[in-house]
């Protein structure tokens, strides 16, 4: 079975401090890493792929097969990066989704 | 305007009532989700349809019902079935998979049923 494990469920960080929003699957195939973002009072949208390879407003995420992880990580935090943030997994030919339970990201002054 | 549409946006419902929450999207897209969103337990996949006529459980389907008549439309009904139905429900839509390669999942702005 596939599982997402986010295990912060808030982190919060200063302004221009670094982020690391930790991000952990189990599934024994070859997955599809996704992490989603929700700011306040806005839909739930993709923030980037791991197939994609590229940067998202300052964001970047590795996936590392041997640890089975893809943590999220911006050098320097800024004040509307605060918001909820989701992992999700893509696993077999079924275009469904396994999303953790999130990590909320408060970034202060 | 293209997107996905949800409504209503509050819901209240009795005990022992069904109900049903819409879903509808002009997206041109051939899947489409229900996840229930709890504070804690983040999304969780009620049901899912990656073609009109056709749909499959999630990992939560117990108590809820759908229907794909429509390739625009994916109506969640949540029956009295259902041990706690308050909660944040989102649908979404995607194009379907192409391969072994996952697309993104659009979402609508939710509805918030409670259950009085």
């Known amino acids: 079975a596939q599982r997402v494990t986010q295990p912060e469920k808030l982190l919060s960080v200063f302004k221009g401090a670094p982020v690391e929003l930790k991000c952990n699957y189990s599934?024994?195939?070859?997955?599809?890493l996704f992490w989603y973002v929700q700011y306040s009072r806005q839909r739930l949208q993709l923030l980037l792929r791991?197939?994609s390879r590229e940067s998202i407003k300052g964001f970047t995420a590795d996936l590392n097969k041997g640890e089975t992880s893809f943590h999220l990580k911006k050098p320097f935090a800024q004040e509307e990066d605060s918001a909820m943030y989701y992992c999700?997994?893509?696993?077999?030919?079924?275009?469904?989704?396994?999303f953790g339970t999130g990590t909320r990201l408060q970034v202060t002054l | 305007d293209g997107g996905i549409t949800q409504s209503p946006k509050y819901l209240f419902r009795k005990e022992g009532q069904n109900v049903t929450l819409s879903c509808e999207q002009n997206?041109?897209?051939?899947?489409m989700y229900w996840y229930r969103q709890d504070p804690g337990q983040g999304l969780r996949l009620i049901y899912y349809?990656?073609?009109?006529?056709?749909?499959q459980k999630g990992d939560i389907a117990e108590g809820y019902s759908v229907s794909r008549e429509k390739k625009e439309s994916f109506p969640l009904t949540v029956t009295s079935a259902q041990k706690n139905p308050t909660a944040f429900y989102l649908c979404a839509s995607s194009m379907g998979p192409q391969g072994r390669q996952h697309n993104e999942q659009f979402f609508g702005p939710g509805t918030r049923l409670t259950v009085l």
């Open positions: 599934y024994s195939g070859s997955p599809e």
């Open positions: 791991h197939i």
């Open positions: 999700a997994l893509g696993a077999g030919t079924a275009s469904k989704l396994t």
């Open positions: 349809s990656q073609i009109v006529n056709d749909f």
């Open positions: 997206l041109n897209h051939d899947a």
